[in-house]
Structures are given as C-alpha cells and as structure tokens.
C-alpha cells in the first residue's frame, strides 16, 4: 500500500470514528451569561462563532443528528447566552452568541461581546473556536472585528462555510479563495476551510473528525 492509500484509509478511518462518537448522546447543559458561571474545564471543548442567522443552531442540530438540540430560528440574535451542549461525557460543544444582528440594544450588543471577548481569553479547555460563513457571502466586515478579537486572544479559529448547497461550483470556488487570501493575513487562523450544509449533510464528516482530531491532541 502506497503512502497515498494509507493517508486515504487513515482518513476514512478517523471519520468512521468521529461519525460514531457524534451518534452518541448529546444534551443542553446550560446557558451561561457570565463567566463565573462556566461549567468546570474538565473536558475539552469547542465552540461556534458567527454572524446571526448564518445557521450555527442548524449546523449543530445537523451535526450531532438531533432536530431540535440547538433552537433554530429566523430572528437574528436569539442565541443570547453561551450555550454548552455535552457530548458522550467527553465533549463541550458551545454555541456562542451571534454578532451583527440590528435588533439588539447597544447595551446588550456590548454585554455579550464582553461576555465573548473573556470566554475567548480565559478558557484553558477551549481547542478551537469554528467561525462559521455564509458561503453565499463569504467574509464581511462585521466578521473581521472578530477575527481581530481571536488574533489578539491567540484562540485557534478555523472558518466553516455554510449552507454551500445554495451556492453554485464556480462561485463557491471564488467564496473559498477570497476567504483563504484574508485569513492568511490572521496569524490564529487555521489555513483549512470546511465546505458544509446542514441540509444536505455535506462537509458534516469532515467538521466531525476536525474535532475529533482536537480532542485527541
């Protein structure tokens, strides 16, 4: 066997492990609008950033294959507290608040960021932090403060493209090469992006041995 061929079965091994573990029970455990109120740091830890409404609650559901896990919704800005979901017992998936939405006071706009900005910087288990795009739009520049923010932080970030089955090959293609130009610029950023829909479950393997992946480091 080449070394090609084993990558290639290595690969599909790890994503045959990583399907398995996300079948496995996964809960709400609580919604945190303070710091002092995080769960302990004994397991690892990933989290999910993102514009509102570019389908992080859907991408979660999808991920762990439960319809209604995460709250889904039309209304900008509902996810309003970090949420921790608890995998298997061996994994914290938080859903963070979405930024950007127009709705929300400035005083709450400015509470949540801080509420963000020391998540960011003071917790130890956090692996990664997956910054989720709307692969209809690419980067914007309501992301980059953001991006900015885990720079600063030195938070491992990597971007998740979703809802691509919305968007066409050849522009899909454009979306990808002008994201990975700016993040090159973003020393935290990690240089792979991951292509997903929830619908359709594409790019969900993928994402799921990423954090496996995570886990085992």
């Known amino acids: 066997m080449n070394d090609n061929a084993k990558s290639n079965e290595m690969d599909v091994l790890l994503?045959?492990?990583?399907?398995?573990?996300?079948?496995?029970?996964?809960?709400f455990l609580k919604g945190v609008v303070r710091v002092a109120d995080?769960?302990?740091?004994?397991?690892?830890?990933?989290?999910?950033?993102?514009?509102?409404?570019?389908?992080?609650?859907?991408?979660?559901?999808?991920?762990?294959?439960?319809?209604?896990?995460a709250r889904t919704s039309n209304t900008p800005g509902r996810t309003r507290e970090v949420n921790y979901f608890r995998l298997d017992e061996r994994l914290y998936l938080v859903d963070l608040p979405g930024y950007g939405y127009a709705r929300a006071s400035k005083k709450e706009v400015a509470g949540w960021?801080?509420?963000?900005?020391?998540?960011?910087?003071?917790?130890a288990s956090l692996r990664r932090v997956f910054l989720l795009i709307d692969a209809r739009h690419?980067?914007?520049?309501?992301?980059?403060?953001?991006?900015?923010?885990?720079?600063?932080a030195a938070v491992s970030y990597q971007v998740v493209l979703t809802k691509v089955d919305k968007v066409k090959g050849s522009e899909l293609e454009k979306v990808v090469g002008r994201t990975s130009k700016e993040l090159a610029k973003h020393p935290a950023a990690h240089p792979e992006l991951i292509a997903t829909s929830a619908r359709k479950g594409a790019g969900l393997s993928d994402l799921r041995a990423a954090i496996l992946t995570l886990m085992n480091d």
Do not use: H, W
């Open 38 to 69: 995080l769960p302990d740091d004994s397991l690892p830890e990933v989290a999910f950033a993102g514009r509102s409404n570019v389908g992080k609650s859907s991408l979660l559901n999808a991920l762990v294959g439960q319809k209604a896990l």
């Open 113 to 123: 960021n801080r509420l963000i900005q020391d998540y960011l910087k003071g917790r």
């Open 15 to 27: 994503k045959q492990e990583a399907d398995r573990l996300f079948r496995r029970p996964c809960t």
């Open 138 to 152: 690419g980067l914007k520049e309501s992301d980059k403060p953001t991006l900015a923010l885990m720079d600063t």
